[in-house]
C-alpha cells in the first residue's frame, strides 16, 4: 500500500474540476503539465489564465523531499519557522554523506561513525517534525522518491536539482532550495513563474545499444546546458509510451542539465506496471479513474506546434549510443568514429580508466540487468574489464532484489566493486585520489548525469563522459573511449577476437521486487517532546542567526570577484570533502567561490583585496571585508548557478556580506535562491557591460530605494582612476520578493507573520 494514499486520492478527487475550469478559462486543449499546475493553484480552483514565462503564481505542492546535505540547511530553517509539525508529507533521505571507498559495508560503516551527528540530528529533527526518515544505506533520494512516493498528476518539491526524477511517474516534481521547501512545509504557498512549455515527441522504438539515457542525451545536445530554462519538457508519442517507466525517469531526472524547471509524460501502462510492481496498486487504481486528466488532451499531441512554445521531434529508431562530454553534459559525441576524431582533435585520454554505474538517474532494477548482461557475455567470451568498475545500486530495495537474482553477482566475477547504495562518485563523495588537485590526466565514464571539471573525483584533469548504464559497462570492457561495441572487436584471454551482443534485460524483476529492511523510520504521531540538540563546538552543525537586511542604500560596495566563464553552484560552493560542513553555515563559507575563475588573472581562489592591494583567496578576501563593514559585489556570466540547487551558494556570500550578484543570466533555482536569503540577483540590462567592470572597482547603487517590480536599477560604478560608468541592471523580483529583501530573508518574514 502506498504511503499518503488518502492525499493522493484527495487529489485525484479534485483534478476533474480545475482542470475543467482551467481548460474553460484558457479555451484551449490543455498540455499534461498545464493540467498539474492549474490543478495545484493555491487558491484551488482556477479563475484565471496565467502568461507562461511572465506571472508568478502561488502553488500548492503536495510533498517534499530532501537529501541529507541539503535538508540539514532547510531543517535548521524550518526551526524558526515556530511550527509544531510540518504541513505536508516531507521526507529526509540520507545518501550524499557516504563516501565510496573500499565497498559498501565498510563505507556505511564508516560513513555512520563519521556522520553520526549529522544523521542523528536529521533523524531527531525529522522524529519532532512529522518527517519520514530513510536512513544511512536506504537509498537515493530520487530512486527512493519514484519507487515509494510518487504518482502521476501530482506536484512535488525537493531540495536537489535531481527531484525532477519523479515526472518519469507523470509528476510535475521540481528543485528547489530549502528556503523554498520551508514555505511549504510551514504551511505557506510555493511561487514559481509559470513555466513556458517544450514538447519533444518521440517517435520510433528503442533498439539495440541504444538507451532512454541516449534520449536525454540527444536533447542535452539539441537545447544546451540552459535551453531549458524556465520551461517544462513534456515528452510524448509513440516512442514515449514504449519506454519503460525508470526510463522515462532516466530522461527527465537529466532535465537538469538543461535547466529545465522540470520534465514529464503522460500516465501510460508502464507507469501502472510500475506502480503495481512497488506494491502501489492503489495508486494505480485511483489513476485509472482519472487518467484521462493524468496525460495531455488528444489534440495537444495531434497538433504540438500549436500548444507548445517549442518541439523536438526525435526518432528513437534513428538514435544510436552517445557519449556526453567532458566538463559539460550537452557535448554530445557518437560512439566509434566521431569519437575517435574529436577525442584524438581535443587530446581526451583514450584510456578509461574507470565505469561507474548508479546514481540517481541509473541505478535501477533495468539499468543494472542491461549493464548486468553486458558483463555476463565478458565472462561467457573469456573478457576482463580493462577499466576499473563501480556500482551503485539506487535503493536497498533494488539492491536487495538484484543480489537476490544473481545480477550483482555477475558484476563481482567481473571485480567490480559494489558501493553502498548512495550517491558515492556522482556528487564527488569518491575517495579515489588521497590528493586530487595534482592527480594525473584521465578518462572515465559514467551513467551519471553531471560531468563537470573536479566533480567526480576532486581531479581536474578527469574527463568524465556520461553514457548509459550498458554502454558504460561496453567500455569499461574495452577500457577505450573510442571503442564501438556494434562494430568492433576485442581480444579475449585465449587471443580470440569475439564481439559483445546487444543488451537484454527487464523491465522489472521477473520474480517481483523484494526487501528486507528499506531502511524507513516513520516519525512519531506527537513529536512535541523530541529535544533537538547542536552543540555549541560543533563542527558540523550550527544554529542560524537572522540575516539583517541589506538596506536600501548600498555604497562604497567593493568587487569581490569577477567570474569568468562557467560559474556553477559546484564553482560557488562545492561538494566532495566539503559536504561535511552543509550544516555548518560558516564553516563551508570557507569554500565560497574558490572554484570560480577571476577574468583578471584567469586563476581560481585568488583575489585582490583592495583593502591591502595584496592577493589572498575569496573567503579569507570576503572576511576582510566584512570586518571592515564594507559590502561587496560578484559579477557573473551566462548561466550562473548552474548545476545544483544547493542553496549554500546563496547563503554563504550572504553570510560573509555579500550583497548583490550582477550577471549575464541566471539558472533559475540559483536566482530564486539568492532572493530567498534577502540578496540582490541582477542581470545587466546591456550584457557587454560585463567587460567595463575592473578589478578595483567599487559600487554605488544610486536608485535603490526605489526598488520596485519591473523597474531597472541604476549602478555607480566607480573605476580606480577616479572615473565612472553608469550602469543599468535588470531584476525580475515582485513584490513579494521585494518584501524578502526588505526584511533580509523570506525567512525573516515567515518568523514575523507567524509571530
Known amino acids: 500500500m502506498a504511503f499518503d494514499i488518502d492525499m493522493i486520492k484527495n487529489v485525484y478527487a479534485n483534478m476533474a474540476d480545475r482542470v475543467d475550469a482551467a481548460r474553460e478559462i484558457t479555451g484551449k486543449p490543455l498540455t499534461l503539465a498545464e493540467k498539474i499546475l492549474y490543478s495545484h493553484l493555491w487558491d484551488g480552483k482556477p479563475n484565471k489564465a496565467f502568461t507562461r514565462g511572465k506571472d508568478y503564481v502561488d502553488f500548492a505542492p503536495d510533498r517534499i523531499a530532501c537529501q541529507d546535505a541539503t535538508a540539514q540547511m532547510a531543517l ?67 530512486q527512493v522518491v519514484l519507487e515509494n ?24 516534481a521540481i528543485g528547489v532550495g530549502g528556503a523554498d521547501a520551508v514555505d511549504v512545509m510551514a504551511g505557506m504557498a510555493w511561487e ?161 580508466e574507470w ?83 595534482n592527480a594525473p590526466k584521465n578518462s572515465i565514464v559514467h551513467s551519471f548525469n553531471r560531468n563537470f571539471a573536479k566533480r567526480a573525483d576532486g581531479n581536474p584533469n578527469t574527463h568524465a563522459f556520461v553514457a548509459s548504464p550498458e554502454l558504460t559497462a561496453a567500455i569499461a570492457i574495452a577500457g577505450r573511449l573510442d571503442f564501438n561495441p556494434m562494430t568492433d572487436k576485442l581480444i579475449n584471454e585465449n587471443g580470440e577476437e569475439v564481439m559483445l551482443d546487444e543488451p537484454t534485460g527487464w523491465e522489472l524483476p521477473p520474480k517481483g521486487f523484494e526487501v528486507k529492511e528499506n531502511g524507513y523510520l516513520a516519525p512519531k504521531e506527537d513529536g512535541s517532546d523530541v529535544v533537538v540538540t547542536v552543540n555549541d563546538d560543533s563542527e558540523r552543525l550550527q544554529l542560524l542567526t537572522p540575516f539583517e537586511p541589506l538596506g536600501d542604500s548600498i555604497t562604497g560596495a567593493k568587487l569581490l570577484i569577477k567570474a569568468f566563464g562557467k560559474c556553477t553552484t559546484d564553482h560557488i560552493s562545492m561538494a566532495g570533502p566539503w559536504l561535511r560542513y552543509r550544516g555548518h553555515l560558516d564553516n563551508i563559507a570557507n569554500n565560497t567561490l574558490i572554484g570560480a575563475v577571476n577574468a583578471f ?29 564594507i559590502k561587496t559585489v560578484v559579477i557573473g556570466d551566462h548561466n550562473y548557478g548552474e548545476g545544483s540547487s544547493r542553496e549554500h551558494a546563496a547563503m554563504q556570500p550572504r553570510h560573509l556580506g555579500v550583497a548583490a550578484v550582477i550577471v549575464k543570466s541566471f539558472a533559475r533555482i540559483h536566482e530564486t535562491n539568492l532572493k530567498k536569503q534577502g540578496m540582490l540577483g541582477l542581470t545587466f540590462a546591456n550584457e557587454a557591460d560585463y567587460d567595463l567592470i575592473q578589478e578595483d572597482d567599487t559600487f554605488n547603487f544610486v536608485d535603490l530605494n526605489e526598488f520596485a517590480p519591473e523597474k531597472p536599477l541604476t549602478i555607480e560604478v566607480v573605476h580606480a582612476d577616479g572615473s565612472k560608468d553608469m550602469i543599468k541592471v535588470n531584476h525580475t523580483y515582485n513584490e513579494a520578493q521585494i518584501a524578502w529583501y526588505k526584511e533580509g530573508s523570506a525567512l525573516n518574514l515567515i518568523k514575523k507573520q507567524n509571530a
Not at 155 to 170: E, F, P, R
Not at 601 to 629: C, H, I, M, S, W
Open 76 to 142: 535548521l530553517q524550518f526551526m524558526q519557522a515556530g511550527k509544531a509539525k510540518v504541513a505536508v508529507p516531507t521526507t529526509v533521505h540520507c545518501d550524499h554523506l557516504i563516501q565510496a571507498k573500499e565497498g559498501a559495508a565498510k563505507d556505511l560503516k564508516h560513513a555512520n561513525n563519521t556522520s553520526s551527528e549529522v544523521f542523528n540530528f536529521l533523524e531527531s529533527v525529522s522524529n519532532k517534525y512529522g518527517i519520514g526518515f530513510w536512513k544511512p544505506g536506504a537509498g537515493i533520494i530520487h
Open 355 to 437: 565505469g561507474l554505474i548508479g546514481s540517481c538517474t541509473n541505478s535501477s532494477y533495468e539499468d543494472l540487468s542491461r549493464a548486468s548482461s553486458i558483463a555476463q557475455q565478458a565472462l561467457d567470451k573469456g573478457l576482463k574489464t580493462k577499466a576499473e568498475f563501480g556500482i551503485n545500486p539506487g535503493s536497498e530495495q533494488v539492491r536487495y532484489t538484484a543480489d537476490r537474482d544473481g545480477i550483482l553477482g555477475i558484476f563481482e566475477k567481473l571485480d567490480a566493486k559494489i558501493f553502498t547504495n548512495a550517491c558515492g562518485p556522482c556528487i564527488g563523495q569518491w575517495a579515489r585520489y588521497s590528493d586530487p588537485k
Open 149 to 172: 512516493y510518487a504518482f502521476p498528476g501530482g506536484m512535488m518539491i525537493g531540495t536537489d536539482s535531481h527531484t525532477v526524477n519523479a515526472g518519469g511517474l507523470g509528476m510535475v
Open 601 to 629: 588573472n584567469k586563476k581560481t581562489n585568488f583575489v585582490k583585496n583592495q583593502l591591502t592591494g595584496e592577493y589572498d583567496a575569496v573567503p579569507a578576501t570576503q572576511r576582510a571585508y566584512k570586518k571592515a563593514g
Open 192 to 352: 514559481l513563474k509559470f513555466p513556458k512549455l517544450i514538447g519533444v515527441k518521440l517517435t520510433g522504438k528503442l533498439s539495440g545499444w541504444t538507451a532512454p539515457k541516449d534520449v536525454i542525451l540527444k536533447v542535452a545536445e539539441i537545447l544546451t546546458v540552459k535551453g531549458g530554462t524556465g520551461a517544462i519538457v513534456e515528452y510524448f508519442g509513440p516512442g514515449a509510451t514504449s519506454m519503460s517507466c525508470t526510463g522515462k525517469g532516466t530522461i527527465c531526472n537529466m532535465g537538469a542539465e538543461i535547466g529545465a524547471t522540470t520534465s514529464t509524460f503522460g500516465y501510460d501502462e508502464s507507469m501502472e506496471r510500475y506502480l503495481r510492481a512497488t506494491d502501489r496498486s492503489d495508486v494505480a487504481d485511483a489513476a485509472n479513474e482519472v487518467k484521462e486528466y493524468l496525460t495531455a488532451d488528444a489534440e495537444v499531441y495531434a497538433n504540438p506546434e500549436q500548444y507548445f512554445d517549442q518541439v523536438i521531434e526525435i526518432n528513437l529508431s534513428e538514435l544510436g549510443p552517445l557519449l556526453n562530454g567532458p566538463f559539460t553534459p550537452d557535448l554530445s559525441t557518437a560512439v566509434g568514429k566521431e569519437m575517435t576524431e574529436k577525442a584524438k582533435a581535443n587530446d581526451w585520454p583514450m584510456q578509461v
